[in-house]
């Protein structure tokens, strides 16, 4: 524990507080110089935050796993969402946040011969690529974090960004399952502690993920994604890559943090809610408490509240995705038996994740967790696809929005309240604005990707997932 606080400590310390409450992002004034082990915990803790931070409050608002009840969050569920909601989120989340961490570890560790610093910060940069291209399409990549020789890159195309993923973790893999040939990570390494194979393995998995994204693109994709995970992906809760996160306010996640700084203006969503009370999921008291007729998902006084603890670990990708994952892949491959039992280890997984017993929630799965008497591969795929919404509940919001974009599934109704300044067909949003500091500073860069993609509102869909 002392370790994990000198990180968190030297984490605070080289990164400011931004105006975003509840949201911690890098500084590109940061000091120079860091060594590895200094770097790679600061990369892991803002790659860990970009999950659950502004990013993943406004897409879990989007997709209805939350309802915004007051301030902005009320605005995000009318759909209130413009180029500065997320500006934060682009340039120091991720681009001169965790990104360039990445990039600049990358280059450090060529130079001193430490391939798993390398392979560790390749897989944390494919995973912040794919949550960008996720929410905005084409971005920048080839020519980005060049510092003063590059400072208005040009946006790849998204299905260039795909394979440059693809890419990322394949080259990650391979680092990773070569010998060491350098001190290679330890503590400093806050999730598996420099275990080398329990990363790749994180990577094979992340592959599955990013392949199946593909799955209206590519007819190959559910075949990649098993050939993926059957090469060596996780399947243990142990091989989860978790980040932990801390009891304190200086450590905390940051959806509970939110919900201590600006309580009341986050609550389950409705469609959520009414889903797991319909089918009387026991997962429901995990998620939420009722406090003056409000679905909470954040109370103080509440220990049973699993996504409500500063200390809950979030994974960068969790075994009950990748069993979902697995489970797609063989129904969309005509297999729905094995489906059907990886159906099952999925949500059997997110119960062990939450910390349910086992007689709690057999009678649920053994009534629900099944495709008998569903009469086909759609009906099929939306009794799976909606599970898997309900399981990536504050630990995945881009993933679940992801799957409602390529599925169609669950089957979620806009709110009635729906603004159009940004969305003239008040449907659920397809992308998100480009941030305001684009336009500011990549204007001409900007506006081509706006063109190439069919225009630049929320309701125009992105090339991956129509």
Not at 264 to 269: F, K, N, S, Y
């Amino acid at each position: 524990m002392a370790i994990r606080i000198l990180f968190f400590a030297l984490f605070f310390l080289l990164v400011p507080i931004s105006c975003d409450f509840g949201d911690i992002n890098q500084d590109p004034t940061r000091q120079l110089g860091a060594e590895l082990k200094e770097l790679l915990p600061v990369a892991l803790a803002q790659s860990a935050r970009n999950i659950a931070s502004i990013g993943g409050r406004v897409t879990g608002t989007v997709v209805q796993h939350f309802k915004g009840i007051d301030a902005q969050p009320e605005g995000y569920s009318q759909y209130l969402i413009d180029e500065r909601t997320l500006d934060e989120f682009w340039r120091n989340g991720l681009y001169a946040g965790a990104m360039k961490d990445c990039r600049d570890i990358m280059e450090q560790a060529e130079r001193e011969g430490e391939p798993y610093y390398g392979g560790i910060a390749r897989i944390l940069m494919a995973f912040n690529l794919g949550l960008a291209t996720s929410c905005w399409g084409d971005v920048p990549y080839s020519q980005a974090f060049r510092g003063l020789a590059e400072l208005q890159p040009a946006f790849d195309r998204q299905e260039e960004v795909y394979l440059s993923i693809q890419e990322l973790l394949e080259e990650a893999i391979t680092a990773l399952e070569g010998p060491p040939s350098g001190e290679g990570p330890q503590e400093d390494d806050l999730v598996f502690r420099g275990d080398a194979a329990k990363w790749a393995a994180t990577a094979r998995a992340l592959q599955a993920r990013y392949h199946l994204h593909l799955s209206k693109r590519d007819p190959d994709a559910a075949q990649k994604a098993l050939d993926a995970i059957q090469k060596g992906a996780f399947q243990t809760m142990e091989g989860q890559p978790d980040f932990p996160f801390g009891s304190s306010l200086n450590e905390a996640n940051p959806l509970p943090l939110y919900g201590f700084e600006r309580s009341g203006q986050l609550a389950l969503g409705d469609f959520l809610l009414e889903l797991m009370e319909g089918a009387n999921d026991p997962r429901l008291s995990r998620y939420m408490a009722r406090g003056n007729g409000i679905a909470m998902i954040f109370s103080p006084d509440s220990l049973q509240l699993y996504w409500g603890q500063f200390d809950a670990p979030i994974p960068f990708i969790s075994l009950t995705e990748l069993k979902f994952i697995e489970a797609e892949a063989w129904l969309l491959l005509g297999q729905p038996e094995t489906a059907e039992r990886n159906f099952r280890e999925a949500v059997e997984a997110n119960f062990l994740q939450l910390e349910i017993e086992p007689e709690e929630y057999n009678d649920f799965i053994d009534t629900h967790i099944h495709f008998r008497g569903v009469p086909g591969p759609e009906e099929q795929l939306q009794r799976l696809i909606t599970q898997k919404y309900i399981a990536l509940f504050a630990q995945a919001p881009v993933e679940a929005w992801v799957d409602l974009r390529r599925t169609g599934f669950p089957a979620l109704n806009p709110p009635p309240f729906a603004n159009p300044s940004f969305n003239p067909s008040r449907a659920i949003p397809r992308r998100y604005l480009y941030p305001v500091s684009e336009r500011t500073s990549n204007a001409a860069n900007l506006e081509a990707a706006i063109q190439r993609q069919g225009g630049h509102l929320l309701d125009v869909g992105l090339w991956a997932f129509e």
